[in-house]
C-alpha cells in the first residue's frame, strides 16, 4: 500500500523567510510519481509540480524548488523568500503507475506572516 | 481555457436523504476523480473515470457512486446520507491517457456538502 507522510502539521514564518516542507513516501512500485498541490483559504487544490521516479533531477522555477531523493524516499518542496500570498495548506501525493489516483499526506498548514 | 465547474457549490441535506453532485472537466480531459476532503480523514480518493469507464475505486461504502458521460461531464451520488458524510467533495480532470497512471490533475473549486 502506498502511504504519504508530512510530519509537520503546520509552519508559520516571518515574509521574506524560507520555507521548506518535508514529505515521505512509501511505495513498492518502482514506477510512480509525485505531487505537490497547494489548497488556498479559497479551497480549490492548486496543481504545483509532477515528478516522475525516474526523473531525480532537482528543478527550481522562480521561488519554488523541489528536491527528490529515492534513496531516502523524500520528496521535499521549498518556498524561497516566502511572501503572505503563499500561504496555505500544501499536499504532498503518490501515485503509482496504472494506479489512477493520487494518495495525499494531511498536508501542511504554511502561515506567512507580515 | 475554462477549468473544472462542480455544482452545486454548497448543499444541506439532512440524514437518510440522497444528493447527486456534478462535475465537468476541461475541455479535452477525458479524466475525472473524485475525492472527499474531511479534517479528520483528509483527501480521500473515491472513484476515478476515464472515457465512461471507472478505472479505479476508492474504499467507501455502496453508498457512494458515479458516472461519467460521453461528453465526459461526471456525476457522484451518496445515497441514505449520514452525518459523517459532511466533507467537501473535490473533482479533478485530467487528460488520463497511457499507462503512465496519474497525469497532472486539475481540481475544481468543490462541492461543500452539510449533513444534518
Known amino acids: 500500500a502506498q502511504k504519504v507522510t508530512q510530519a509537520q502539521t503546520e509552519i508559520s514564518v516571518v515574509e521574506k523567510e524560507d520555507v521548506t516542507l518535508d514529505c515521505v513516501y512509501e511505495?513498492?512500485?518502482?514506477?510512480?510519481?509525485l505531487f505537490w498541490y497547494k489548497q488556498p483559504p479559497s479551497g480549490e487544490l492548486v496543481f504545483l509540480i509532477r515528478?516522475?521516479?525516474?526523473?531525480?533531477q532537482n528543478e527550481i522555477s522562480g521561488r519554488y524548488s523541489w528536491n527528490f531523493q529515492k534513496s531516502t524516499s523524500s520528496f521535499n518542496f521549498t518556498i524561497t523568500a516566502s511572501q503572505v500570498v503563499d500561504s496555505a495548506v500544501y499536499f504532498c501525493a503518490l501515485s503509482e503507475a496504472g494506479d489512477y489516483k493520487l494518495s495525499f499526506g494531511a498536508g501542511t498548514t504554511v502561515t506567512v506572516r507580515a | 481555457k475554462a477549468g473544472v465547474t462542480q455544482t452545486p457549490r454548497y448543499l444541506i441535506k439532512t440524514r437518510g436523504q440522497q444528493v447527486t453532485l456534478s462535475c465537468s472537466p476541461i475541455s479535452g480531459h477525458r479524466s475525472v476523480s473524485w475525492y472527499q476532503q474531511t479534517p479528520g480523514q483528509g483527501l480521500q480518493f473515491l472513484f476515478e473515470?476515464?472515457?465512461?469507464?471507472?478505472?479505479n475505486k476508492g474504499n467507501f461504502p455502496g453508498r457512494f457512486s458515479g458516472r461519467q458521460f460521453s461528453n465526459s461531464r461526471s456525476e457522484m451520488n451518496v445515497s441514505t446520507l449520514e452525518l459523517g458524510d459532511s466533507a467537501l467533495y473535490l473533482c479533478?480532470?485530467?487528460?488520463?491517457?497511457?499507462?503512465?497512471?496519474?497525469?497532472?490533475?486539475?481540481f475544481g473549486p468543490g462541492t461543500r456538502l452539510t449533513v444534518l
Open positions: 515528478r516522475n521516479s525516474f526523473d531525480e
Open positions: 473515470y476515464f472515457s465512461e469507464t471507472q478505472r
Open positions: 511505495t513498492r512500485d518502482t514506477t510512480y510519481y
Open positions: 479533478a480532470s485530467s487528460q488520463g491517457q497511457g499507462l503512465s497512471g496519474v497525469n497532472e490533475q486539475f
